[in-house]
């Protein structure tokens, strides 16, 4: 389990879409340079879209958001 850092949160909650498009489009290529599971830019759009769409509600109620993964 991890928390999302109170920076990244605000990085998250505050981006445009340009940048949410940006960082997804670095991970993915990271991933690849990296050996690891390939993400797909457009997935990873979404799923990098979808995530800083949690942060910015869960802030408006004043909570953190967390990952728990087994």
Not at 35 to 58: M, W
Request: hydrophobic fraction near 45%; aromatic fraction near 8%.
């Amino acid at each position: 389990m991890f928390a999302i850092s109170p920076r990244l949160s605000a990085a998250l909650a505050e981006a445009k879409r340009s940048d949410l498009k940006d960082a997804a489009s670095g991970w993915s290529l990271q991933r690849a340079e990296d050996g690891g599971e390939v993400v797909d830019t457009e997935i990873a759009e979404v799923i990098v879209s979808d995530l800083a769409a949690l942060v910015s509600s869960a802030r408006r109620q004043g909570q953190d958001v967390y990952c728990w993964f087994a």
